[in-house]
């Protein structure tokens, strides 16, 4: 069938052919006006058509890429947000280490503050790796590093809390693996600083004061010992002596300081504590109440020395050893109750010694102890055993020796003041042994020690009457010593008939004076320590005299006289002396400690690698879209521990300045470590942003591209409508003057 059916004319078909024409493009010229766009299909042109797309393509891609790079900078922003608090931190621990050094002495407040300022900076340094942990953005934490963690072996931390009085073993800030070797050595000998004895006897008023003893195996402390003193001036004197937990209080009244003082002697306090320690020193009220502004009133604390260390010894130092001794002093390494801590570049580890056993995991020699008592005079330097005592493990064979004496009056020289010779009794592990002793100088017990060995003693008599017994001297002891000075009554018509009541662990010498009159006489004893007594007589050839002594010491005692042969000469004076001993009680102690050799107990602490590192937290951004361009940023371990910023928990309580100096050390280099973490964390930012921003730029670029292939000149497009419409309204007039000629033949009809 044909196309058109009806027949044209040449120009009607002509104006029509240019009329649809027209049409044609007036609706492509109205298409690009409406969309912008000259190519809107492959059909309008093939080359510029998928040109375009392929770069609007790389736009959409690097639009989202730039998304991704933007979640990837809050990433590190979140990071940087964490170092900033984290330095705050640092900052604030910084105080405390100034603080702690500005509260350098030795008094408890003190120590008490630095301990306390310890803690917290402790709790600091928990808040910084709370505030690593915390800085993670979706999924990534740039502040916790490849996650490598090194420790303690659990084998090795159970070796070592198995040794005697340790427990808690761990170690903290480990850099690298290591070994440590953990011992303890020390016999437990005690003794005390010396500038505190003079202190406290010069503070206090008392005199020879003495601190010694081993330290208990089971109940052992390192506490200093404080002494107490109330009272007054002319008033009793009450001792209060304090060691850890255990508090012994001995009041003087002014009635013994009388006595003791009529008869030489002075006062004493002694005491041993369960803790092995024994304390000594002697009262003398005249020179306490004579201490200036204070008379001696208030407390003096003594700080005690014990002789046992604990050490560690590391194989990565090539032996370097750390000890912790109860020999030093205050602040300078002192073994302390608790933890202790000992500082290696590899690493800290800390154990928590009791102080009352860690003496049994210690290595030490068989060791005697000096005399100890308030007649500890009686033993010269100190004992000597023959062999060494047998060694023991755990809870070693110590023994207390106690030394006791027995005399007889008739043996007390009155000019040196003490026994010609004594039975000596030495009670040791194997029983008691007597020996008899005329001399000072080194005696044997024999067989007496632990394994039947002997004791060598150096005894010095004057100091065994503390310890001796002796029953007082009888009539017939006290007639051999009498005599005359003189005078009216020769020793010779004078006899001791009684002698009762004198007082204990005294001598006392007699002096009876008697004056004749006319027809009588009068006898006056007197006891040499303040105590008389006066009898009337006659010039007789026989009488009995007997007195009562009122006064002193001795008042109520008793002594009798006969007096015979020749009457007393008139109006004469003469005199008589005579000695006596009262009972002797043993009223004092000479005691000494020998501690048995002990093997000791040793444990390795071992440290290694227990955690493996990753890159999980480690963060990539992609900077192109065909990934061939990317950057890693890596995760900084900003922690406190050992691979990061090793900053180490506060060592001892910050006993020492070396403690306190270890702290501001790990400090300081922590900070530069955090510098280095923000530096490398700022320089990837830096870049991603550039990055960023090019990608921004790029984008841009491409669209414009793109839009250069494809989009319509609107004013070229807006131009060729109005030519289009001209045309189209030519063609239609064109058409219609066309058709005007058939219209012309139609009106002939």
């Given at each position: 069938?044909?196309t058109?059916d009806?027949?044209?004319?040449?120009?009607?078909?002509?104006?029509l052919?240019?009329?649809?024409?027209t049409?044609?493009?007036?609706?492509?010229?109205q298409?690009?006006?409406?969309?912008?766009?000259?190519i809107?299909?492959a059909l309008d042109?093939?080359?510029a058509?998928?040109?375009?797309?392929?770069?609007?393509?790389?736009a959409?891609?690097l639009?989202?890429?730039?998304?991704?790079?933007?979640?990837s900078?809050?990433?590190?922003?979140?990071?940087?947000?964490g170092?900033?608090a984290?330095e705050?931190?640092?900052?604030?621990?910084?105080?405390?280490?100034?603080?702690?050094?500005?509260n350098?002495?030795?008094d408890?407040?003190?120590?008490?503050?630095?301990?306390?300022?310890?803690?917290?900076?402790?709790?600091?340094?928990?808040q910084?790796?709370?505030?690593?942990?915390?800085?993670?953005y979706?999924?990534k934490?740039?502040l916790?590093?490849?996650?490598?963690r090194?420790d303690?072996?659990s084998?090795?931390?159970t070796?070592?809390?198995?040794?005697t009085?340790?427990s808690?073993?761990?170690?903290?800030?480990?850099?690298?693996a290591?070994?440590?070797v953990?011992?303890?050595?020390?016999?437990g000998a005690?003794?005390?600083?010396?500038?505190?004895?003079?202190?406290?006897?010069?503070?206090?008023?008392i005199?020879?004061?003495?601190?010694g003893?081993?330290?208990?195996l089971?109940n052992?402390?390192?506490?200093?010992l404080?002494?107490r003193?109330?009272?007054?001036?002319?008033?009793?004197?009450?001792f209060t002596v304090?060691?850890?937990?255990?508090?012994?209080t001995?009041?003087y009244?002014?009635?013994?300081?009388?006595v003791?003082?009529?008869?030489?002697?002075?006062?004493?306090?002694d005491?041993?504590?369960a803790?092995?320690?024994?304390?000594?020193?002697?009262?003398?009220?005249?020179?306490?109440?004579?201490?200036?502004d204070?008379y001696?009133?208030?407390?003096?604390?003594v700080?005690?020395l014990?002789n046992?260390?604990?050490?560690a010894?590391?194989?990565n130092?090539?032996g370097?050893?750390?000890?912790?001794?109860?020999?030093?002093l205050?602040?300078?390494?002192k073994l302390?109750?608790?933890?202790?801590s000992?500082?290696f570049?590899?690493?800290?580890?800390?154990?928590?010694?009791?102080?009352?056993?860690?003496?049994?995991?210690?290595k030490?020699?068989?060791?005697?102890?000096?005399?100890?008592?308030?007649a500890?005079?009686?033993?010269?330097?100190?004992?000597?055993?023959?062999?060494?005592p047998?060694?023991?493990?755990?809870?070693a064979?110590?023994?207390?020796?106690?030394?006791?004496?027995?005399?007889?009056a008739?043996?007390?020289?009155?000019v040196?003041?003490r026994?010609?010779?004594?039975d000596?009794t030495?009670?040791?592990?194997?029983?008691?042994?007597?020996?008899?002793?005329t001399?000072?100088g080194?005696?044997?017990?024999?067989?007496?020690?632990?394994?039947?060995?002997?004791?060598?003693?150096?005894?010095?008599?004057?100091?065994?009457?503390?310890?001796?017994?002796?029953?007082?001297?009888?009539?017939?002891?006290?007639?051999?010593?009498?005599?005359?000075?003189?005078?009216a009554?020769?020793?010779?018509?004078?006899?001791?008939?009684?002698?009762s009541?004198?007082?204990?662990?005294?001598?006392?010498?007699?002096t009876?004076?008697?004056?004749?009159?006319?027809?009588?006489?009068?006898?006056?004893?007197?006891?040499?320590?303040?105590?008389?007594?006066t009898?009337?007589?006659?010039?007789?050839?026989?009488?009995?005299?007997?007195?009562?002594?009122?006064?002193?010491?001795?008042?109520?005692?008793t002594?009798?006289?006969?007096?015979?042969?020749?009457?007393?000469?008139?109006?004469s004076?003469?005199?008589?002396?005579?000695?006596?001993?009262?009972?002797?009680?043993?009223?004092?102690q000479?005691l000494?400690?020998v501690?048995?050799?002990?093997?000791?107990e040793s444990?390795?602490?071992?440290?290694?690698?227990?955690?493996?590192?990753?890159?999980?937290?480690?963060?990539?951004?992609q900077?192109?879209?065909?990934?061939?361009?990317?950057i890693?940023v890596?995760?900084?371990?900003?922690?406190?521990?050992?691979?990061?910023?090793?900053?180490d928990?506060a060592q001892?309580?910050?006993?020492?300045?070396?403690d306190?100096?270890f702290?501001?050390?790990?400090?300081?280099?922590?900070?530069?470590?955090?510098q280095?973490a923000?530096?490398?964390?700022n320089?990837?930012?830096?870049?991603i942003?550039?990055?960023?921003n090019y990608?921004?730029?790029?984008?841009?670029?491409?669209?414009?591209?793109?839009?250069?292939?494809?989009?319509?000149?609107?004013n070229e497009?807006?131009?060729?409508?109005l030519?289009?419409?001209t045309?189209?309204?030519?063609?239609?007039?064109s058409?219609?003057?066309?058709?005007?000629?058939?219209?012309?033949?139609?009106?002939?009809?």
């Open positions: 069938m044909a058109n009806i027949q044209l004319t040449a120009g009607i078909r002509s104006n052919l240019l009329l649809q024409q049409t044609t493009k007036l609706d492509r010229t298409q690009r006006l409406a969309t912008g766009n000259k809107n299909s042109g093939a080359v058509y998928f040109a375009s797309k392929g770069l609007n393509r790389r959409d891609d639009s989202t890429l730039k998304d991704s790079i933007g979640q900078i809050s990433t590190i922003k979140a990071a940087d947000t170092v900033s984290i705050s931190f640092i900052d604030r621990a910084q105080g405390f280490i100034t603080t702690a050094y500005s350098l002495n030795d408890q407040a003190s120590i008490d503050l630095r301990a306390s300022l310890a803690e917290q900076f402790n709790s600091l340094l928990r910084i790796d709370k505030a690593a942990q915390d800085s993670a979706q999924g934490n740039l916790l590093g490849s996650g490598l090194l303690a072996t084998s090795s931390k070796a070592t809390n198995a040794l009085g340790v808690n073993t761990r170690v903290t800030n480990v850099k690298s290591d070994d440590y953990i011992s303890i050595e020390g016999d005690i003794s005390a600083n010396a500038s505190d004895v003079a202190n406290a006897e010069r503070d206090r008023g005199q020879n004061l003495q601190i003893g081993f330290q208990s089971t052992g402390n390192l506490d200093p404080s002494i003193y109330t009272g007054g001036k002319g008033k009793a004197k009450t304090t060691e850890g937990g255990v508090t012994v001995k009041t009244t002014l009635d013994q300081w009388a003791a003082k009529s008869t030489g002697k002075m006062l004493a306090f005491h041993k504590f803790s092995g320690t024994n304390i000594h020193f002697d009262i003398d009220f005249d020179e306490i109440d004579n201490v200036p204070t001696g009133l208030g407390t003096s604390v700080e005690k014990t046992v260390a604990v050490a010894t590391n194989f130092g090539v370097q050893e750390i000890s912790r001794d109860g020999m030093n205050d602040g300078q390494q302390a109750n608790g933890e202790n000992f500082g570049d590899s690493g800290t580890p800390r154990v928590t010694i009791d102080e009352r056993t860690i003496l049994q995991a210690s030490y020699s068989a060791a005697v102890g000096l005399s100890y008592g308030n500890s005079g009686a033993i010269s330097g100190a004992p000597s055993i023959a062999t060494t047998a060694v023991s493990t755990g809870i064979n110590d023994f207390t020796y106690t030394l006791q004496a027995s005399a007889s008739a043996n007390f020289d009155f040196t003041g026994f010609t010779g004594y000596v030495l009670n040791g592990p194997a029983g008691l042994v007597t020996v008899s002793i001399a000072d080194a005696t044997t017990f024999p067989a007496v020690a632990d394994n039947n060995q002997d004791v060598t003693l150096d005894l010095r008599r004057v100091g065994l009457i503390g310890v001796a017994t002796a029953v007082a001297s009888s009539a017939g002891d006290v007639e051999a010593t009498k005599r005359s000075l003189g005078g009554l020769p020793a010779s018509n004078v006899s001791v008939t009684a002698i009541g004198f007082a204990d662990n005294l001598a006392h010498t007699l009876v004076n008697v004056k004749t009159g006319v027809s009588d006489s009068t006898f006056v004893l007197s006891d040499g320590f303040g105590g008389t007594a009898v009337t007589g006659t010039l007789d050839s026989a009488q009995a005299l007997s007195f009562t002594i009122v006064g002193g010491v001795n008042s109520g005692a002594f009798s006289l006969n007096i015979g042969g020749t009457p007393l000469t008139p109006e004076e003469g005199a008589l002396t005579f000695n006596a001993i009262g009972n002797f009680t043993a009223p004092d000479c000494f400690d501690r048995a050799a002990n093997v000791g444990a390795t602490l071992k440290t290694e690698q227990v955690t493996d590192g990753t890159d999980q937290n480690n963060l990539t951004v900077l192109n879209e065909t990934n061939t361009t990317q890693t890596v995760s900084q371990n900003v922690q406190t521990d050992g691979q990061g910023l090793a900053i928990f001892n309580g910050w006993r020492d300045r070396a306190i100096d702290a501001a050390k790990t400090l300081a280099e922590a900070k530069l470590r955090l280095s923000a530096s490398s964390l320089s990837n930012l830096d870049i942003t550039v990055r960023q990608t921004v730029e790029f984008i841009n670029v491409l669209a414009e591209g793109s839009n250069q292939l494809v989009q319509a000149d609107q497009e807006g131009a060729n409508m030519q289009l419409q045309r189209q309204q030519l063609g239609t007039i058409l219609s003057l066309a058709n005007q000629a058939q219209q012309a033949i139609l009106r002939l009809f």
